[in-house]
């Protein structure tokens, strides 16, 4: 029997490969899977653009420590406006059967009896409301209804920066090549794939065929010009037009993209709105200007801006910067359109973060042998120590020991480290113990940012931060950043949970979010003196890792699953509960001591009447012989109830003798103040006079308690006018509080012959009473 023949090492015939096997660049890849991106349908494609492109511009200005300044507009086109721009002509239809938005009879009858009871019911809700409607209403969404409604809406979105521009030669492939970019390494950034931009290019070439335009410059003099589009088969930029000429504004340094695209804001738009809000408070040293505009909105508004050019008789071109018309007030003069401004707060920026090694807990077995062949140290000590963080020359001696069995030594050449002895050796540092990193690669907002930015566009009563320690996931570094507002404007009773990742607002799929679950499930806000249903409550909650634990392909949010994370989520918010809770007992005692105070107040006329009651008598007997029987009488058991009101001041005994306000009786009777008694004689205490010490005296009293629980800094929880503003407070935990005491209703009835009267007696700490 003849031995078997060994396997054939010639490839297969060409043309069995060419009809059986095919491959895709990576830009056909994503072009054809944009929901991984984020572009699900044309409304979220709209929001993933603008959302890419502000965090491009925010991460070239914060790169190179530039306060952001970005200027962001969206401006609507119809199907009309982007043919004059393609430059197709405008046909009449033919044939108006062939078209999706025709409707027959029956169907515009029942469209028009539709919009009929709507207007109604809008009449009916709020008097002129309807016609509000009806005169916001943008051209799209008057077209809207007729037929099938298939009338797709197109928009032009333009970002430009302050930041660091880009190299005229580098722009073509920064913007054409997916999987292209500056952002990959181990260090925390907005986005590390190069993708974002290149799918909206892509997204603008797939929906309107226009290619984009692109304005750049490094502040060296010179402004680059890119009119480009990208090949999607071969993942290459096509660029139509390049220019480099001298910049007009001197020394300007920055980005403008242009990219019309199809879009949907009628059902978008408060996500994009919302988006910049959220942005907002996470980067207050940022400012966003921000527009949106239909193109009749935008043609006034360029009107305008002309006609005030022309009142001051200047060239445009030769006009001061500022002379010439803002963007804000060009925008003023339009009839429609949103416009926001997001002003900056601070200029106190996050540090950069820098590059860092790679974690031995966070590497596979490709990654080492990658090291491995590309590292430039000698020996595997020299090359555990230089490209891992959190290995010294010790620590690597004592790894390299555990993997002599596999005949790696520590004068082995990393290059000669065969595939076994790699597969070894991730195995120990997968199983190793080593210590945390210090961070420095990580880039958190900062609690004082993120208090600021939460005061400026929410305006809460109280708000409390928090910032975790550095922690390890898998060998991947994370900080964890909360804050817990209560009250605002803007903010609906409840729990209101905000989230973000690598300071990027998470808008979707919230439900199955870590900060989610945990702000609902994992809180006991009761404990706190927090009513998770009825108080007006904002969870903020920042996570920036090296690499953010995502589910799902739209990176919308951070799986429960993460045990390490969860932990930290939960740990920060309450941190930030605690410290609240010590605000708000001290809120609410002050609530208390107020109540007491009008408590008091409201017992003094009766007190008083009582008091100068008992003091005329007195002062009517001691006029008198003492050989007075029934007068004596009448003394001796007056003097006797000052004895039981004696007995039920308690503690307070010697605070009210010293004051001189009436006598303090030990033993007998007839022991009576002379000082006392010489003012009775001669008139001197009359019911304003007891009035204004008693009033004196109440006051005194709470003032003793507000210095001893209120502190600087108190807040209102009501956020009273003469509150102090929550964005004045830096809210810390405090130590424990002073005693108060509680209220204690005493009734004496002082009965001399002509009235009852009532002593409300208090029991906590007098200051000696006011003397008369």
């Not at 699953?561 to 010590?582: E, F, T, W």
Request: charge should be positive.
């Amino acid at each position: 029997m003849a031995p078997p023949r060994p396997p054939s090492s010639a490839p297969p015939p060409p043309s069995a490969t060419n009809s059986a096997l095919k491959s895709k660049s990576p830009a056909e890849f994503f072009a054809d899977n944009k929901v991984i991106a984020g572009f699900d349908n044309p409304g979220k494609s709209l929001y993933t653009t603008i959302r890419e492109l502000v965090e491009n511009s925010l991460d070239s200005a914060e790169s190179h420590g530039v306060l952001p300044e970005i200027e962001l507009s969206v401006l609507e086109l119809t199907r009309d406006d982007l043919n004059a721009r393609l430059g197709l002509a405008k046909a009449d239809r033919k044939d108006e059967k062939l078209y999706g938005d025709y409707e027959t009879d029956k169907m515009k009858a029942k469209r028009l009896k539709q919009e009929a009871a709507a207007a109604a019911k809008l009449e009916k809700a709020g008097g002129g409301a309807a016609s509000q409607a009806q005169a916001n209403q943008t051209p799209a969404a008057a077209t809207k209804g007729k037929g099938a409604s298939t009338e797709k809406v197109y928009y032009v979105v333009t970002c430009k920066d302050n930041g660091t521009g880009m190299r005229h030669g580098d722009i073509p492939n920064m913007l054409g090549r997916v999987l292209s970019g500056t952002k990959y390494g181990v260090k925390q950034t907005r986005g590390k794939f190069g993708l974002g931009a290149k799918m909206a290019l892509i997204w603008s070439k797939q929906s309107t065929g226009l290619p984009i335009e692109v304005y750049s410059s490094t502040g060296n003099g010179k402004t680059s010009y890119y009119k480009l589009d990208i090949d999607i088969n071969a993942n290459c930029p096509n660029v139509h037009q390049s220019s480099e000429r001298p910049s007009e504004n001197g020394k300007w340094h920055g980005t403008e993209i242009c990219v019309t695209i199809e879009g949907n804001w009628s059902k978008y738009g408060h996500y994009i709105v919302k988006y910049l809000r959220q942005l907002a408070v996470i980067t207050p040293y940022a400012k966003i200007d921000f527009q949106y505009q239909t193109v009749a909105a935008a043609a006034a508004a360029a009107a305008a801006a002309a006609a005030a050019v022309a009142e001051e008789g200047a060239d445009d071109d030769l006009m001061p910067m500022s002379q010439v018309p803002s963007a804000s007030q060009s925008r003023a003069q339009a009839s429609k359109g949103i416009n926001l401004v997001f002003a900056r707060r601070t200029e106190c920026m996050p540090r950069p973060p820098r590059e860092t090694k790679h974690h031995p807990a966070s590497v596979d077995v490709q990654l080492i042998k990658t090291l491995l062949t590309q590292t430039t140290q000698k020996d595997m000590v020299a090359f555990l120590n230089k490209e891992f963080s959190c290995i010294n020359a010790s620590h690597a001696k004592k790894l390299i020991a555990e993997l002599e069995h596999e005949g790696v030594a520590s004068n082995t050449q990393p290059r000669k480290v065969s595939d076994k002895q790699a597969l070894a050796m991730h195995q120990l540092l997968s199983s190793a113990k080593f210590g945390t990193p210090d961070g420095a690669h990580l880039s958190p907002a900062g609690e004082y940012n993120l208090r600021l930015g939460i005061c400026k566009e929410l305006r809460p009563d109280l708000v409390a931060t928090h910032e975790s320690e550095v922690k390890v996931n898998e060998g991947h570094t994370f900080v964890v950043e909360a804050a817990v507002s209560l009250g605002g404007s803007k903010v609906r009773p409840g729990l209101n949970v905000f989230r973000f990742a690598n300071r990027i607002p998470l808008l979707f799929e919230a439900g199955n979010d870590v900060i989610t679950r945990t702000a609902q499930k994992r809180v006991n806000w009761t404990s706190y003196k927090i009513n998770a249903n009825t108080d007006r409550i904002g969870v903020f909650v920042s996570i920036v890792s090296t690499k953010i634990p995502f589910k799902g392909t739209s990176k919308e949010y951070i799986g429960d699953d993460v045990k390490a994370m969860a932990s930290a989520v939960q740990d920060s918010i309450r941190g930030c509960c605690k410290q609240l809770k010590v605000k708000l007992v001290r809120i609410s005692a002050a609530k208390e001591r107020q109540q007491r105070k009008r408590n008091l107040t409201r017992y003094i006329p009766d007190v008083v009447n009582a008091l100068h009651t008992v003091l005329g008598t007195l002062s009517e007997g001691a006029k008198e012989s003492d050989e007075g029987g029934v007068v004596a009488a009448k003394r001796r058991r007056m003097l006797a109830d000052c004895t039981v009101v004696r007995r039920d001041c308690g503690d307070h005994e010697e605070d009210l003798a010293a004051a001189g306000t009436f006598a303090v009786l030990e033993g007998s009777a007839a022991q009576v103040d002379e000082s006392l008694m010489s003012m009775v004689k001669n008139n001197r205490i009359s019911k304003e006079a007891l009035v204004d010490a008693l009033t004196a005296h109440v006051n005194a009293s709470d003032d003793v308690d507000d210095d001893g629980a209120g502190g600087a800094g108190t807040t209102s929880a009501g956020g009273g006018a003469d509150a102090t503003r929550a964005e004045e407070l830096w809210l810390t935990p405090y130590g424990a509080m002073d005693a108060t005491g509680s209220i204690l209703d005493n009734h004496r009835a002082l009965d001399d012959g002509r009235r009852t009267a009532t002593i409300l007696s208090h029991q906590f700490r007098f200051q000696p009473l006011v003397p008369l």
